[in-house]
């Protein structure tokens, strides 16, 4: 693949972050989730990158992963997305990469932002060169990386998949699969078992000063950035303060039943010595917050909780099954505002 150099003046708006006013914030995760986030915490700091989940095989991302052998492009797209502005350029540039075209033909429900993205990839040669080419035509309040530069599949070990067994164990493969699964997901991992993480994403966990994880689907958006082993040593020995950040209600299929201590309690599982400073949990979706705040001093966190859902938004979570869930951005960037406040250092951010 060739390798191209490609200069491009800043063509939006958006806070150039003063480095050392502002915390400098990673946000791990994928999909709507991801993007719920992002929309948040670009209100409170100019600092800000995404790590993003490249295993999802469905839809338009899955089709050009099959047919071209490139990373999914989807869940990068939604990030970059969620970062553009609220100006007239933003919304523009938002709406662009967000639109799927309508065909009887090979384009039907190809993201325009999908297209662009494995465009640049296959000029450049560079993941990561591309997309930050891609955020600077957008005017994105942030960066956007892949956390492996290969593309993954998720596989999960699932209870009950099979309804003539409920207690039989079953593989499921495909992050799209693995989302919708009926039964309960016990475990899941990557193939390639141990992929190498970008580099890129490595530094800015190690460099931060807060690391968002989640919300988003757990199994499947979640939990695998901390199957790269390169991700989760950064995770586990970067300076920053962790903030975990849950759900506003189980997802169907992927966590149906699940309690907001059972989030916990299975992250726990695929990363024991992983540790938290701060669970952030919307107050209405915690009916048993002794359990919650348990479960949280198992993590070395304290629970913070905070009204963060969009008014109305209570039946579903968000994820491949989207319902009426959903974050509220400004309500949700409050409560990080809160908690960087806080929990950090008081003044001047290094």
């Not at 960037?333 to 001047?348: L, N």
Request: charge should be negative; hydrophobic fraction near 40%; aromatic fraction near 4%.
């Amino acid at each position: 693949m060739p390798r191209r150099t490609i200069r491009l003046r800043r063509l939006g708006g958006g806070p150039a972050g003063r480095r050392g006013t502002q915390p400098k914030v990673v946000a791990l995760g994928g999909g709507m989730g991801l993007s719920a986030s992002l929309t948040a915490l670009r209100r409170i700091t100019g600092d800000l990158t995404a790590v993003v989940t490249v295993a999802d095989d469905g839809g338009s991302s899955g089709r050009l992963r099959d047919e071209l052998g490139v990373l999914p492009p989807g869940d990068l797209r939604k990030a970059l997305a969620a970062l553009c502005g609220d100006d007239e350029w933003g919304r523009t540039w938002a709406e662009v990469i967000q639109h799927r075209f309508e065909s009887k033909g090979d384009l039907h429900e190809h993201a325009v932002g999908n297209l662009l993205i494995v465009a640049l990839w296959e000029q450049l040669g560079d993941h990561v060169q591309a997309l930050d080419l891609v955020g600077r035509l957008l005017g994105a309040h942030g960066r956007v990386l892949p956390m492996s530069a290969v593309p993954l599949e998720l596989q999960a070990r699932v209870r009950g998949h099979d309804p003539a067994d409920p207690q039989g164990l079953s593989t499921v493969c495909g992050q799209a699969t693995v989302a919708l699964t009926p039964g309960e997901v016990q475990q899941v991992h990557l193939v390639p078992q141990d992929p190498p993480a970008v580099p890129e994403a490595v530094r800015a966990v190690l460099d931060a000063d807060w690391v968002v994880l989640g919300p988003g689907s757990w199994f499947s958006s979640v939990i695998p950035h901390l199957l790269v082993p390169e991700l989760l040593d950064a995770l586990q020995e970067t300076k920053a303060r962790r903030v975990l950040s849950l759900n506003l209600a189980p997802q169907p299929g992927e966590t149906d039943g699940f309690s907001p201590q059972r989030h916990l309690e299975v992250l726990a599982r695929h990363a024991p010595k992983l540790a938290f400073d701060v669970v952030l949990a919307d107050q209405a979706a915690v009916p048993d917050q002794d359990s919650l705040r348990e479960a949280a001093e198992r993590l070395g966190a304290t629970v913070a909780l905070a009204p963060v859902a969009a008014p109305g938004a209570t039946s579903q979570a968000e994820g491949p099954a989207e319902g009426s869930a959903r974050h509220d951005p400004e309500l949700l960037a409050a409560a990080y505002d809160r908690i960087f406040r806080m929990h950090g250092r008081i003044g001047p951010w290094r």
